[in-house]
């Protein structure tokens, strides 16, 4: 279990990538990432990494480029966040009951970490998940989010296979919810809708009203 800073530099080869990224656009976050949102948190959502001209840019997980779209408008849509668009890190959004965050922390080459930098990062997300309340909700989006998930909770992905709409029991009755990545490709593809989307919190907000949560 790691604490977060945004002066990490465990996987050298993000360390010098977010370098060179810094040198480019110097007005860019080009750092690690921090998780967004309440740290004890009845829902957490977990993202691959920070995007390019997202996250890195911005400085706040799935804030500033198209990935952020569907999913900030179906936390509003769900009473976990105050607006429905997320511009910037000081525009006054604020999440309520859920937090945001990445497998990865820092932007990765082409947007593809090594899993040895998965594995690196892993114990940020473990921290972030030791203090969920029992019986909080995890939306993995995308499969490398749901290992990192997985793996953070002393699993094995071969229990717990990847699949868009899947549920699965972890420890202190805590349940990971998987979708498709809100990707630009996999929205305007269509291999993610929004109808889908609200389908994954539907189940979501039945599992948590089934614990108290209101």
């Known amino acids: 279990m790691h604490r977060f800073s945004t002066a990490c530099r465990r996987c050298p080869r993000l360390a010098r990538h977010l370098d060179q990224v810094r040198e480019a656009h110097p007005g860019y976050h080009a750092r690690p990432v921090g998780p967004f949102g309440p740290a004890k948190a009845w829902l957490l959502v977990v993202g691959l990494a920070p995007g390019m001209h997202g996250a890195n840019r911005t400085g706040r997980p799935f804030t500033g480029d198209h ?72 939306l993995a989006l995308g499969v490398i989010a749901h290992g990192a998930v997985v793996t953070a909770a002393g699993s094995r992905n071969v229990l717990h296979p990847f699949r868009h709409g899947a549920r699965h029991e ?32 539907d189940a979501i907000r039945q599992h948590l009203s089934a614990t108290g949560f209101r």
């Not at 972890?170 to 989307?197: E, K, W």
């Open 170 to 201: 972890l420890a202190r009755g805590i349940v990971l919810f998987d979708s498709y990545h809100c990707s630009r490709y996999n929205t305007q593809t269509r291999r993610l809708t929004p109808a889908m989307f609200r389908g994954v919190f």
């Open 67 to 138: 990935a952020g779209i569907l999913l900030y408008e179906t936390l509003h849509r769900y009473g976990f966040a105050s607006r429905p668009v997320s511009e910037g890190a000081r525009d006054g959004l604020r999440l309520s009951h859920c937090r945001i965050t990445n497998a990865v922390k820092c932007l990765p080459p082409a947007n593809r970490p090594l899993p040895d930098e998965v594995r690196r990062c892993n114990g940020y997300l473990l921290g972030e998940m030791s203090v969920l309340p029992v019986g909080a909700a995890i």
